[in-house]
């Protein structure tokens, strides 16, 4: 391999050349929009109007050129200055012997779905011969008993399951610090200095062996690498808006990846997961402090990857994104609603990054870009609207009394050379990179893995009108995103529902207030300026009709194969064994995890708790818990309190005791009855037990 820094020059004329396309590319349209102007609109809105325009034209041509870099490089048999491509291929059969540790973090997450994909992952290794490799643990921020109970108990099944020489931890924080990045930084700080490396998944990641194995093979021949990032493709998509999501990803993504990491080198980013860390520099040189900025920029830093990725840079280690490391997948948001959610974290995370910006110092100017560019993925959506009522106002200005399409042509000369020019301009670049990645497919053989050339180019277009469609919902939604954010108003960070749709009443109850503003905002502009209704429909419309089509993209399709991908036809080993693990045997219907705790005497009996006996004050305080949830029933606890049931032994014991021996009036009666019945309908499973050696199930045991 070259020596460490032969490649900074060549990422330097490639972003130099990025530069001037974006640059030029910018410039001709400023001076083609500005000749499409009114003369009679006043200096200032029109000089607003062309920063506006300025910057989003820059923005959307900064997509459009890095998925032309990713298509020449493609063209060209791959980059050759790529990690992968100056270490060689993958050595098959040589085993892990670097200590390697696998972490998940989680929190609220579905439990079977995240547990039989971490299963799948270890499985996986097994098959490939690389047992007893690494050790996995499964980190959990989880404060709902019923969750981190199930939790327990599942990791405790996988476990009895696996052969001698693997390992499975579980780990939950009582104190959940810092979100992710605190729950990442306890596990370091109990057990990083054993392992050397450490790959870092989501809760709905999936990693093959042969991933695994060649990220770690990457890292023992790059000493420099601190970082190498994966691009992670969608699956297991069943919504109509997850295979919309996963087409996108499997047909464009693959020149996006290949441009990016063709600009960024060995400076790219660090997307949070699906990714290998070389431990000691990132402990060293990645923790983060809490911000003590106003407002927004004060607390936890909440998107901590890419600003560790800077910080491994200023320590002088490189982060490398590698799109040839296949292997690598995550899952879509099932519905609209459910990306949003995310986005509305991820957007006052990336806002974060403003105070950053000014307060860290000696990070590259690769980083700080993509700290930019981050950013404006959001402040994007308000300067579009912003964008739209200022060419609204200016093309008011103009003598005629129809104007031309606002932001486009403001000008009452629409059939002018310059307008024409312009729109073409705009759609090659918002287009430009779909076309692309077609040609991509069709030059390299495959159009076949998407059903052929034609039904290719039949989901492209399919795929194109639903995205125009969802643009001014995302354009809303974000704005008011990046208003709660300047509010600095509070924002859950639960975890994702990972599968599942909306109900019509959902949808409506979710998109009620955006339907009424988007209706009040289209009256007002019908009842001021009717000229302007018609270019205002197609911004309007889709938010009019986002209940429903929210709705509608939540269902499942008819057709598995609508929107076909290759892993339709041609399933990777891991996601076949995620699909295929049966999940823990526990109905919900019976009892809730917490409520098997307590009546059952083989929970109620553990007696090899780490957690010490209470005494005095928290003595008192645990007896008044206990006593009030054998009074009341589990409701009226917290889940914190409950919690602090379930982590003491003698607790727990108490209320064993008082729940078997509740009187008629009792929550726990009922509980008992709905016990009894489900035995009558049918034998209980088999439910392993977490820290208890013992074989008796819990049913068995209090039948």
Request: aromatic share 8%; net charge positive.
């Amino acid at each position: 391999m070259s020596k460490a820094g032969s490649w900074r020059p060549i990422a330097f004329r490639r972003r130099f050349l990025l530069f001037v396309l974006v640059a030029a590319q910018t410039l001709a349209g400023v001076l083609l929009f500005a000749q499409t102007v009114p003369e009679q609109a006043g200096s200032g809105a029109t000089t607003t109007l062309l920063a506006v325009f300025g910057v989003l034209f820059a923005w959307i041509g900064v997509g459009f050129w890095t998925a032309v870099f990713g298509f020449v490089a493609l063209r060209f048999g791959g980059d050759p200055w790529s990690l992968s491509s100056r270490t060689g291929p993958n050595k098959r059969g040589k085993p892990i012997s670097a200590p390697t540790a696998v972490v998940m973090p989680i929190c609220h997450e579905p439990v079977q779905r995240t547990l039989t994909g971490l299963k799948a992952i270890i499985r996986d290794l097994e098959q490939q011969g690389q047992a007893g490799c690494v050790d996995f643990y499964l980190l959990s921020d989880s404060r709902d008993p019923d969750v981190w109970l199930e939790e327990q108990a599942t990791c405790e099944q996988i476990r009895r399951e696996l052969g001698p020489h693997q390992q499975l931890f579980y780990r939950r924080r009582n104190i959940n610090l810092n979100y992710k990045s605190g729950n990442i930084a306890d596990f370091l700080r109990r057990w990083g200095r054993r392992y050397q490396y450490m790959v870092v998944l989501d809760a709905d990641s999936l990693l093959s062996a042969s991933c695994i194995t060649r990220l770690v093979e990457l890292m023992e021949a790059r000493p420099e690498a601190g970082i190498i990032q994966t691009t992670p493709r969608l699956a297991r998509a069943e919504t109509r808006f997850a295979r919309l999501q996963q087409f996108a990803n499997r047909c464009y993504g693959r020149l996006y990846s290949a441009g990016l990491a063709a600009i960024q080198l060995g400076e790219a980013t660090y997307w949070g997961h699906n990714a290998i860390i070389r431990v000691a520099p990132f402990m060293a040189h990645c923790g983060l402090r809490k911000l003590r900025g106003p407002g927004l920029f004060r607390g936890p830093v909440l998107s901590h990857d890419f600003i560790e990725a800077a910080l491994m840079g200023r320590a002088g280690y490189e982060v490398w994104l590698e799109p040839a490391i296949a292997g690598s997948f995550e899952e879509s948001p099932p519905t609209l609603e459910d990306d949003l959610i995310r986005d509305r974290r991820w957007c006052r995370g990336n806002l974060q990054h403003l105070w950053l910006l000014a307060t860290m110092g000696k990070l590259r100017l690769a980083h700080r870009m993509a700290l930019v560019t981050g950013i404006l993925s959001y402040l994007a959506s308000p300067l579009w609207l912003v964008f739209l009522g200022l060419s609204g106002f200016v093309a008011l200005a103009g003598p005629s009394a129809t104007p031309a399409l606002p932001g486009v042509m403001a000008t009452t000369e629409a059939g002018s050379s310059a307008g024409a020019l312009l729109v073409s301009m705009t759609a090659l670049l918002l287009f430009g990179p779909r076309l692309l990645a077609v040609g991509d497919h069709w030059l390299a053989g495959r159009t076949a893995r998407f059903g052929g050339l034609f039904r290719l180019c039949a989901n492209t277009f399919l795929e194109t009108l639903a995205a125009l469609a969802l643009a001014p919902i995302r354009m809303l939604v974000h704005t008011l995103h990046v208003v709660q954010a300047v509010l600095n108003l509070n924002v859950g960070w639960q975890g994702q529902n990972r599968s599942g749709g909306l109900s019509p009443g959902l949808s409506l109850r979710h998109y009620g207030l955006l339907l009424a503003s988007a209706a009040a905002g289209l009256t007002l502009i019908h009842w001021h300026a009717p000229t302007l209704t018609p270019w205002a429909l197609p911004v309007m419309a889709p938010v009019l009709l986002a209940p429903a089509l929210a709705y509608w993209l939540g269902r499942t399709p008819r057709l598995g194969t609508w929107l076909q991908v290759p892993e339709d036809e041609q399933t990777t080993r891991v996601i076949k064994l995620a699909e295929t693990t049966g999940p823990l045997s526990h109905d919900p219907g019976r009892l809730s995890w917490f409520e098997q705790v307590v009546v059952s005497p083989v929970f109620a009996g553990i007696s090899d708790y780490d957690a010490l006996p209470a005494t005095g004050k928290k003595a008192r305080a645990l007896a008044r818990l206990v006593d009030r949830c054998a009074i009341e029933g589990k409701q009226a606890l917290s889940h914190r309190e409950l919690s602090l049931i379930c982590n003491h032994p003698e607790a727990l014991k108490a209320l064993h005791w008082r729940a078997w021996h509740a009187s008629h009036e009792s929550p726990w009666r009922e509980v008992l009855v709905r016990m009894a019945r489900s035995l009558e309908r049918r034998p209980p499973a088999p439910v392993s037990l977490p820290r208890q050696p013992a074989a008796l199930t819990w049913a068995e045991a209090a039948s």
